[in-house]
């Protein structure tokens, strides 16, 4: 089974259906047993039906989710605020 973090990097092309099936099988396996993990992407869905209803997001806004969104991406060292 995949690493959390592992999951957690693809979640976003798994949403998007942006995966490949072999990807998309072991994520359903990681998201079948990992209860930390299927929050992840509940939290990730609702972000994306609340983007798609959006028409357009201040500018403060975008640059904050777009931080936010790449330390999913990269794990916890990628947060703009950790030290490095």
Wanted: charged content about 30%.
């Amino acid at each position: 089974m995949i690493r959390c973090e592992d999951a957690v990097r693809d979640l976003w092309g798994y949403l998007s259906d942006e995966v490949t099936p072999a990807d998309r099988e072991r994520i359903d396996e990681h998201l079948a047993a990992c209860r930390r993990c299927c929050g992840e992407v509940a939290f990730l869905g609702e972000l994306r039906r609340m983007l798609a209803d959006t028409p357009q997001l201040p500018a403060d806004v975008g640059v904050r989710l777009e931080a936010f969104l790449a330390t999913l991406e990269g794990g916890p060292d990628a947060r703009p605020d950790a030290p490095g």
